[in-house]
């Protein structure tokens, strides 16, 4: 690293041309601050991989450099990470009363909370790290206790905005700090990043609003029990919910985990008005009737083993749906599991519920956390950036962002659109972007994190999509004969009792092969296994078009 | 089955509580009809399996009576089984010119065109097989020559729809048949079968005429080259993009070898009508300027191996996309694509294209094939039925299209929402559900045809999530001695030479699993292998979190 005097960096470890597993860093001469430590879910080409967090290569070779990680909000993509980082390296950890909440519990899981450093912050802190000093400011999002960041340095002030959306009429009164924001920018903002998830929707995101309205009017008209799903930390939506009930007079019922935790941390620490005698739990669900009751549950992704899959397929022990019941789906689902949503609205037309799903723009029960096009061009507006970086998206929302950023009046050549480990660097107040540090994903399967790499994951590619094939066979140490074998035994490939044919070719040309390479005085094994895999391959490929994994085993006796 | 006269049976072998793999039969006492012998893509579930088919056993057992196959219309979810299904009983192929030339190709690739039995047949055919008089009406749909059925028995009329919509402006003429519809209707339906895919969306599916004209525009606006990309069996949409070409003095090139082909098909069966010189070869296209350029290309689902995406990419031989040129996506992506269609754009913003991208009712580049709400509405009124089955579609979209025939009349008890393989019987025109015939997925894996099962598949899935560990030890015939072993092989478990530690604890309790059963008495392979099995399993997932499959293999020296 540089050492040079007053320079400022900027670094993406994770958020850049994906979705998930944010991870930013702000670097001013010695002091590294860290900001989020998400996680992201893998796709269906990382089989059995569990989840994806940064890696931090580069904060671990500066560990002494590395002041602390401020969180912007409690969402997975910004805390999901946590523990697995904190593990190698622990930071001091600043954050807001609910997202320290919610860290808690994550770490507490992962037998961490001893020995982690919690700082609780608000808006109103003034953090000073060196010649760094952080103010926040507050913003809306479909989590309450969401801040951006302001770093002011001798060059000048770099604003993260984490994700934010403008919603001017925000439920238990939890307003954006506009003024704030109006007042950096007009003090002189040096650099922005700005969130792009919504960079591609034109317009306004409805407000948080627009939803409870929805939900009040499904309550009035309901005549058996209610069901609504949601993500549990939409603790405005579940607030809305609990309103719902109150004026429906009826009774509420949680179910999931998640939304136990989140509804008993957000009204212990005040985010959440739970009125008393409201909750009660489900197994003193036959005590009321069905217009008496609804059910908040989660699941609302199609999770098949969440609450809302177990009511839908009539396997939750505790609570039933009966026909004529309402189940709202607060949620649109998200890319990926609209086949696991679609079994569940199958599963509860089928016991005949009234189903109010579909995406949110359409019935109204979801909106969108994320800032559209006319609010980024606020946050553009409000901060005035001398250079501007795009965050949080894929290139297509990072590309339109910039069109947003450069149609408010930024100059082109002041944007950049970066990749994970780019580094902006500045010096007098000017920005160049020339060089890396290392990025990457760390893969967490089971127990391992990071163990599993390219090999392993090419590995069960190929066994999973034509299993394998093992050829053992036993051969004296002169690897002049074979003692037994070969026997073949096949995973996933063929059922072999429906494929002896096959299998006794196989095995003859095993056979042959062995003899054949005997002939011409080749006597290594390695050369053996590797005329085998090729052979019975090519054998197998001309028999079935399927490559299974060849895998001879020649044991010495 | 019973053999009872006058007895008139439909059912579905595939298309019901699922999309795609459409197949249906009607039965009048010794005479079998077929519609559809369509195929599917399997979910991600199923791990290697290349395609799904119906279970035809109910035909096999039955072939005898089998009088032909019926064919609404050339796309996949309708023709996709055929090549798998005559191989198993070559029962007459019925279909319309274009819908013929389709299952030719098909019929072609695996070798089975000599000796399939193929007629042609337009709407005014009609058909004769034993008691069974069948006529056929022309409907609209995003391929052209699309029929619904008609099937005249003695019981009454049985009404089959086939995919449709109602297009009132169709491209080429391609009117459908409104009057004979009526006519039909007029004269009394007894049961209609008719599709349920867009029986979710209120409204009127927009005609394919408005997608013409949002090309015409952008193409008035294009500057440079023009690229779009549709399915190649939307012929009507293909006329329109030549049309927008003419009128914008360009040239056209094909790319992908399913619009070659069917370009090819339709403009010699006359439904393409493509303007002398103007269909150029990609290899000359270095002859002409970017704004004398159309090119129309395959890959608008994001088929990572079509042409858009080697164009996007930057992998195409012989043409390439330059900054400004225009990129059409005419489709929306279907869902579980959006990740491999995203990809391309964001490919395609970084070679800094203008690219319309996003579900086409939003950029008008694309309507759906599917009538909605309003139309389905329509063809219920047409055919009045006295009983009515939805088809094709999840159980939601049957339930849906349950609601609209309620809601326009059809008595609640004569509605019947069908399994594939539930028999409705009818005699006396009074129907009843009481039986049930084979029905099921057919796995095409490679060559093989059903031999792939549900051990097979539940080993790919264990096999794809921790990988396999293999135990390999030889031992003497009393069962008394280890001679050599346990070696230990893993692939997609753990990197073994990261994982020396855990595999020498593996061996040391191997080897204790063994010695402690030899002291009980125990001798057998078996009881040995499953001992180990459970015992290494056990230590692993306590270290690991990870369940890899466990394969003893004990050599006998």
Not at 118 to 145: W, Y
Not at 466 to 494: A, C, N, Q, Y
Not at 518 to 543: I, P, S
Request: proline share 4%; aromatic share 6%; net charge negative.
């Amino acid at each position: 690293m540089n050492t040079n005097e007053d320079l400022l960096s900027i670094a993406a470890l994770g958020g850049l041309h994906e979705i998930g597993k944010n991870m930013y860093m702000l670097q001013y001469n010695e002091e590294i601050l860290v900001i989020d430590c998400g996680s992201k879910f893998p796709d269906e080409s990382l089989l059995g991989i569990d989840l994806i967090v940064p890696d931090i290569s580069y904060l671990l070779e500066n560990r002494d450099r590395v002041r602390g990680l401020l969180v912007t909000h409690g969402h997975e993509d910004h805390i999901g990470g946590i523990p697995y980082i904190i593990k190698q390296l622990n930071m001091p950890i600043y954050a807001t009363r609910l997202t320290l909440g919610l860290i808690r519990v994550k770490l507490k899981e992962h037998g961490l909370l001893g020995s982690a450093k919690l700082h609780e912050i608000d808006s109103s802190t003034i953090l000073e790290f060196g010649g760094v000093s952080v103010s926040f400011f507050r913003t809306n999002h479909s989590i309450p206790d969401c801040l951006g960041f302001a770093f002011h340095t001798p060059q000048g002030t770099v604003v993260h905005t984490g994700d934010f959306k403008f919603d001017f009429t925000p439920v238990n009164q939890q307003y954006a700090e506009l003024h704030k924001m109006a007042e950096i920018g007009k003090q002189g903002v040096l650099l922005l990043l700005s969130e792009s998830t919504n960079a591609e929707r034109p317009g306004f995101t409805p407000s948080e609003r627009m939803v409870g309205d929805h939900i009040q009017e499904a309550f009035h008209q309901a005549e058996g029990k209610i069901f609504l799903s949601t993500f549990a930390s939409n603790v405005n939506r579940v607030q809305q919910v609990i309103e719902a009930a109150e004026k429906t007079r009826r009774k509420l019922i949680l179910l999931g985990r998640s939304m136990v935790n989140v509804v008993e941390i957000a009204s212990k620490q005040g985010y959440l008005r739970l009125p008393d005698g409201m909750l009660i739990d489900a197994t003193d669900s036959d005590q009321y009737a069905p217009h008496e009751l609804v059910i908040l549950c989660t699941g609302s992704q199609g999770e098949p083993m969440a609450a809302l899959a177990r009511l839908a397929s009539g396997n939750h022990r505790q609570v039933s749906i009966s026909p004529g019941d309402t189940v709202i789906l607060a949620a649109t689902p998200i890319p990926g599991n609209e086949r696991n949503v679609g079994r569940i609205v199958d599963n509860l037309f089928e016991r005949r519920a009234k189903v109010i799903y579909g995406s949110g723009s359409v019935t109204g029960m979801h909106v969108s956390g994320h800032a559209s096009q006319e609010e980024l061009k606020l946050m553009l507006s409000l901060m005035k950036p001398k250079y501007f970086v795009p965050i949080h998206g894929e290139y297509r929302m990072l590309h339109q962002h910039r069109l947003l950023a450069e149609a408010v009046g930024v100059e082109s050549e002041n944007i950049f659109i970066l990749n994970n480990g780019d580094v902006v660097d500045l010096t007098g107040s000017v920005a160049r972007q020339e060089r890396k540090i290392p990025d990457g994903n760390t893969l967490v399967d089971g127990l391992g994190i990071g163990d599993v790499g390219q090999i392993v994951l090419r590995d069960r590619k190929v066994l999973s999509e034509d299993g394998i094939l093992i050829l053992v066979m036993s051969m004296t140490k002169s690897g002049g004969t074979i003692v037994s074998g070969p026997e073949l035994i096949s995973r996933g490939f063929v059922y072999v009792r429906k494929s002896e044919g096959l299998m006794d070719e196989v095995q003859r040309l095993a056979l042959a092969t062995i003899t054949q390479l005997q002939e011409t005085g080749a006597n290594q094994w390695a050369v053996y296994k590797q005329a085998l895999k090729e052979a019975v391959g090519k054998y197998l490929f001309a028999q079935t078009k399927r490559r299974p994994m060849i895998l001879p085993i020649i044991i010495q006796v």
